[in-house]
């Protein structure tokens, strides 16, 4: 079945460091993918969106690249602060836009 | 501000039991969707609905039931059928549906518990 798959361990960091989360996509090819950031007891708010035939973007401090070789994409949060503290959603979508989300991964930015 | 109105933010549910999730949009979107967020997984689908007076069914649609006759509105019912309820479920919309590259706006949700 297709699948979006995420680390499902919490990322735990220091303020100032780099954050890098993984989405890896599995039986089928996703013509883009979506980042959301959730917070406890809140719905998901977007970040960003990077289509299949765009390696990168970028969005103040945040970037999101999308390997179609290795099905992956990674979201990379610098400088991060404890306000980043979220659970990161990742999210496939293609044609007929049925979009498939991964279980998302908890980022923990300590001061 | 626009956004999307999920009430109420609790809900209890007796055995045997109908109830109802409202969502509000005032985003002038079309489409509408209903999510289940459980523990340790993805959101799943249960329904959406690209126009007014029309829906379709999402990958966990039994036990659950929705109605759009209004084009902000799209509430969700979780029948007695539904054996497994509790869950936190969230309500989207994005401005169409078929357009491969709209992101979702969500609301804060309603989390389900059975008494």
């Known amino acids: 079945s297709q699948k979006i798959e995420q680390n499902s361990e919490a990322l735990n960091i220091q303020e100032g460091k780099t954050a890098t989360l993984t989405c890896n996509y599995t039986n089928y090819s996703p013509a883009y993918l979506q980042w959301y950031r959730q917070d406890p007891g809140r719905g998901p708010v977007f970040l960003l969106l990077i289509r299949e035939n765009e390696k990168e973007k970028r969005k103040e401090r945040l970037k999101v690249t999308f390997d179609t070789t290795l099905k992956q994409s990674l979201f990379h949060i610098t400088a991060s602060q404890p306000a980043d503290s979220a659970t990161y959603l990742c999210a496939g979508g293609g044609s007929a836009s049925k979009i498939i989300f991964g279980s998302g991964t908890r980022l923990s930015i300590r001061p | 501000d626009g956004g999307i109105t999920q009430s109420p933010k609790y809900l209890f549910r007796k055995e045997g039991q109908n109830v109802t999730l409202s969502c509000e949009q005032n985003l002038n979107h079309d489409a509408m969707y209903w999510y289940r967020q459980d523990p340790g997984q993805g959101l799943r689908l249960i329904y959406y609905?690209?126009?007014?007076?029309?829906?379709q069914k999402g990958d966990i649609a039994e036990g659950y039931s929705v109605s759009r006759e209004k084009k902000e509105s799209f509430p969700l019912t979780v029948t007695s059928a539904q054996k497994n309820p509790t869950a936190f479920y969230l309500c989207?919309?994005?401005?169409?549906?078929?357009?491969?590259?709209?992101?979702?706006?969500f609301g804060d949700g309603t989390r389900l518990s059975i008494l």
């Open positions: 989207a919309s994005s401005v169409t549906r078929g357009v491969s590259n709209q992101p979702q706006h």
């Open positions: 609905s690209q126009i007014v007076n029309d829906f």
